[in-house]
């Protein structure tokens, strides 16, 4: 779930792994422009649901496996990427990058 488009796709994305019994959603990548922004505020949500609670307060953070960040500690990442700009950003967490 990186670069965040905010795009109803990605919003179904979050709502359908929400309850999930064998996933949480611990952090949320996105672009420079909406990176340190709280998710609830960065997005235009579209859904008739609300924001589920926990991801509203999730901290939007860049899209790499960088050593602070939250998505560096996540044994699994999920991407709802725009092919235009999937390949590098995914191949970095595929194989483990330098940063882990």
Not at 39 to 44: C, L, Q, S, T, W
Not at 50 to 72: F, K, M, N, Y
Not at 82 to 87: L, P, R, T
């Amino acid at each position: 779930m990186c670069k965040i488009t905010f795009s109803i796709i990605k919003h179904r994305f979050i709502q359908l792994l929400e309850h999930h019994p064998w996933f949480e959603i611990a952090a949320l990548g996105a672009s420079e422009k909406s990176q340190g922004k709280y998710y609830d505020a960065a997005v235009n949500w579209k859904l008739p649901t609300p924001i589920p609670e926990a991801i509203s307060r999730l901290v939007l953070e860049e899209c790499t496996p960088h050593p602070d960040g939250q998505l560096s500690k996540c044994k699994l990442v999920f991407s709802a990427l725009d092919a235009s700009i999937a390949g590098a950003i995914e191949e970095d967490f595929a194989k483990g990058n330098e940063f882990w």
